[in-house]
Structures are given as C-alpha cells and as structure tokens.
T-cell receptor, first 114, second 115 residues
Framework: QQQVKQSPQSLIVQKGGISIINCAYE??????FPWYQQFPGKGPALLIA?????SEKKEGRFTISFNKSAKQFSLHIMDSQPGDSATYFC?????????????FGSGTRLSIRP | GAVVSQHPSWVICKSGTSVKIECRSL??????MFWYRQFPKQSLMLMAT?????????EQGVEKDKFLINHASLTLSTLTVTSAHPEDSSFYIC???????????FGQGTRLTVV
C-alpha cells in the first residue's frame, strides 16, 4: 500500500527556473512531512520539513507548500541550479510525538540544464 | 546535524556467505534505528525498526532470519545478511533518531553486490 504518492517521476528544468515536485498522502495520522535529497551512491539528506499546522515553510531557495484539507504538499526549488540535480523524496511520518517510521514517496529525479 | 556513520560503503561477497553492515551514531544516542533497502532508481523501502535493547520489528515480507538486526547499544546497530544471494544485491541504508526528536539522520549507505 503506497501511503505517499509522488509526482513527477522525473523532471528537467532550465537553470534559474522553478522546480516543483508534488506529493499526496492518505494517512491523516501523519504529522511530519520531510523532503530528502539524495545524490547517486549516497544516503538521503534532510532538505526541509513541515508540520501540518502551517501552510508554508521557506528555507533559502526551498519552499514547502502544505494543504492539509487536500492532503497534499509540494516542494518548490527557486532559481534552480545544476548542483540541485539529484533525486528528491517526499516522506511522511506520525513521528512528531514519538519515534515513528518514515514512509517515503517514490522519488523524483531532477535534472537542471545549464 | 547529527552524524550517522555506516560501514562498509560497498562490499562484494560470494553467494551463500554472510555480510555484516554497521551503523554508528557518532554524536547522539540513537534510541531507534531504521534499516532500509533501495534498489536502483527506486525508493527506500523500510525493512525493520529497532529500539535499543529490544528485538527488531520487521516489515511485512522481510525475512527476519535472513536479515539479522542487532541494536545492542545506543550508538551501534548492525544488519547481517545471512546466506546472501544475488537477489539480495542492493543499497542498504540505516538511519537513527533519538527519543523526542523527529528528524532521522541517515548513513551513507552500503552497496552490497552478491556474486
């Protein structure tokens, strides 16, 4: 059962453009929504995360938009750079109140063209 | 952020042998460790969750007798792939967190190739 659905599977964006990746979840018990960046042959690294009590969180060029009623959240990368080329995973857990497993989306391979 | 060190980064073993992967939390006490497996161009699939001093909880479809997880201390967890076969070849990743913290910190991953 796929609890976190992610799209698109792959994305190509011109340098300086905006990269947008979308995710949807099913379990309303989820209360923590992180985004991870993974480079080939490496483990994932936390990029930015949000809780459902806010609709948006921004850190530098990265912004998460969260729609609790629609059970959807998205990652926006502004002024995309070649160094942003990586695989991005959205995730969800009910771990804010206690240690809980993180459920990953299927991933988006992002390529930024120079 | 906190650091999780995973070793080895890659290993090649013969079919039928066992391989141990170590995951150490260097600057925090990992009360919970997660082990994931990732096939090429796919997402991370949770294999098991372990709490220090307790038996690991395995996800459905993961053979607990094949993938032995030990979490004997707050800074070390190990995954042993027993009687490895070529279909076990994958990228294995651990992550740890401590009680009261939501963010899990990931190791660098281990590329296992069984020949």
């Amino acid at each position: 059962q796929q609890q976190v659905k992610q799209s698109p599977q792959s994305l190509i964006v011109q340098k300086g453009g905006i990269s947008i990746i979308n995710c949807a979840y099913e379990n309303t018990a989820f209360d923590y929504f992180p985004w991870y960046q993974q480079f080939p042959g490496k483990g994932p690294a936390l990029l930015i995360a949000i809780r459902p009590d806010v609709s948006e969180k921004k850190e530098g060029r990265f912004t998460i938009s969260f729609n609790k009623s629609a059970k959807q959240f998205s990652l926006h990368i502004m002024d995309s750079q070649p160094g942003d080329s990586a695989t991005y995973f959205c995730a969800a857990s009910s771990g804010y109140s206690s240690a809980s497993k993180i459920i990953f989306g299927s991933g988006t391979r992002l390529s930024i063209r120079p | 952020g906190a650091v999780v060190s995973q070793h080895p980064s890659w290993v090649i073993c013969k079919s039928g042998t066992s391989v141990k992967i170590e995951c150490r939390s260097l600057d925090f006490q990992a009360t919970t460790m997660f082990w994931y497996r990732q096939f090429p161009k796919q997402s991370l699939m949770l294999m098991a969750t372990s709490n220090e001093g307790s038996k690991a909880t395995y996800e459905q479809g993961v053979e607990k007798d094949k993938f032995l997880i030990n979490h004997a201390s707050l800074t070390l967890s190990t995954l042993t792939v027993t009687s490895a076969h070529p279909e076990d070849s994958s990228f294995y990743i651990c992550s740890g967190l401590w009680t009261g913290n939501t963010e899990a910190f990931f190791g660098q991953g281990t590329r296992l190739t069984v020949v």
